[in-house]
């Protein structure tokens, strides 16, 4: 399983974060007056929304990574796994767990999959990921095709090119879980069946799990 890319997962979500609608600051002015004391006012008030909004989300459990381990399949039609790994990361309070899997097929046909808890940024992780999908991605050429579109009632990405034919299909589980399943020298199809082997609907019913009454 590649760790360069996760390496870097936990620096993109905290960007993804900053970057969402919910906490992006205005560019604008509220006046054509607006001196440098009023912005830095309004700057403090923003970033002190943002810490209270992230100091209650620290609060939340993820999922052990060992249960969502369980919940990847061990095979699926044509393909086998050869590796299940799990971590939970730990950062400025925040907190994540994930389980990846790897799994061969014939002629060199490799699919990766992992399920991601975002676990103490559960709400402020979702919207941005939905921010992110609610783009209407929908590009088709000669080589392959990426959209943004549902899956089983779930919000979804899905890419795929045909001459290198590798393909990823992503997809959010209550703003909280994000599935992923990516080939080389595969179809989509092959993907979609990693995808329809993990119970999304079991992972639904996690949605409240490790969350505080109180939030």
Avoid at 17 to 41: I, K, R, Y
């Amino acid at each position: 399983m590649s760790r360069k890319r996760n390496s870097g997962f936990f620096c993109l979500l905290l960007l993804m974060v900053f970057c969402s609608s919910e906490f992006a600051l205005s560019a604008e002015p509220s006046g054509e007056n607006m001196d440098l004391e009023a912005s830095l006012q309004e700057l403090a008030s923003a970033m002190a929304n943002v810490a209270q909004s992230l100091s209650a989300q620290t609060k939340i459990e993820p999922v052990d990574y060992n249960d969502l381990k369980k919940m990847l399949p061990t095979r699926f039609r044509g393909f086998k796994q050869v590796d299940v790994s799990g971590e939970r990361t730990s950062m400025l309070g925040f907190r994540i767990s994930q389980a990846e899997a790897e799994f061969e097929g014939k002629n060199d046909g490799r699919i990766e999959m992992s399920i991601i808890d975002f676990g103490s940024v559960k709400g402020i992780a979702g919207k941005a990921m939905l921010a992110w999908m609610s783009a209407e991605i929908d590009n088709e050429s000669d080589d392959g095709y990426e959209k943004t579109t549902t899956y089983r009632g779930y919000k979804a990405y899905e890419k795929y090119s045909y001459d290198d034919q590798e393909g990823k299909l992503s997809v959010i589980v209550e703003e909280r879980f994000l599935v992923n399943a990516e080939g080389t020298n595969t179809d989509m199809a092959s993907i979609k069946r990693a995808m329809g082997a993990v119970d999304l609907k079991k992972l639904q019913k996690l949605k409240n799990f490790g969350v505080p009454k109180e939030i």
